[in-house]
């Protein structure tokens, strides 16, 4: 069954780094007609996109995170992780991992999210 | 830094009609940038309604429709019920990898 699934620790203390898994099960996340990426969402607040990796292992991240994000991936494990530094309170939220597909199944250019996880809530706290 | 504007919220009653829009803080949203739009109720994650502006995902129904409208991409719903009470987000894809999401839109039908 194709599904992604997000995992690690639900609490983090400030100043220390969140690090957090995704398993992908029932695709390859070596397709080249995919890329991989992390998306978050604070309590209460909309989304906000962190990151996306290639198989290849390019990858591109937020402007406003790219100093204290890592997004990287694993192909013999079919999992890709990601770990921001430096965390606060204001890093809390549900993070979702997500297939970004670059082509649709009639093979046009289509760049959207087809495939979530979960989500899993992190809490940054003493 | 590029902004996507998305109205907070809109109401609409049922079996209206409703087009939320999501745009640019600078310059017209047009094919190129490949809008999608989502679907997210409380405690779920998002699921996917429109991708390349006006193509539904699978499954989705055919209420749903996406369009550019003058500088916005557009969602519509047309005949709106109550479970399409939920908050709807708009994607850009602005190349190299990079997504900007916008900030929601709260739909409310009543």
């Known amino acids: 069954q194709l599904q992604l699934q997000e995992s690690g620790p639900g609490l983090v203390k400030p100043s220390e780094t969140l690090s957090l898994t995704c398993t992908v099960s029932g695709a390859s996340i070596s397709s080249s007609d995919y890329y991989w990426g992390w998306i978050r969402q604070p309590p209460g607040k909309g989304l906000e996109w962190i990151g996306t990796?290639?198989?290849?292992?390019?990858?591109y991240y937020n402007p406003s995170l790219r100093s204290r994000v890592t997004i990287s991936i694993d192909t013999s494990k079919n999992q890709f992780s990601l770990k921001l530094s430096s965390v606060t309170a204001a890093d809390t939220a549900v993070y979702y991992c997500g297939r970004l597909s670059v082509r649709d199944g009639y093979n046009f250019l289509s760049w959207y999210f087809d495939l979530w996880g979960r989500g899993t809530l992190v809490t940054v706290s003493s | 830094q590029t902004v996507v504007t998305q109205e907070p919220s809109f109401s609409v009653s049922p079996g209206g009609t409703v087009t939320l829009t999501c745009g640019l803080s600078?310059?017209?949203?047009?094919?190129?940038?490949?809008p999608s739009w989502y679907q997210q109720t409380p405690g779920q994650a998002p699921r996917t309604l429109i991708y390349r502006t006006n193509i539904r995902s699978s499954g989705v129904p055919d209420r749903f429709s996406g369009s550019i409208l003058g500088k916005k991409a557009a969602l519509t719903i047309t005949g709106a019920q109550a479970d399409d009470e939920s908050d709807y987000y708009c994607v850009l894809y602005m190349g190299s990898g990079i997504c900007v999401f916008g900030g929601g839109t709260k739909l409310t039908v009543l």
């Open positions: 990796i290639y198989y290849s292992g390019n990858t």
């Open positions: 600078s310059g017209s949203v047009s094919t190129n940038y490949y």
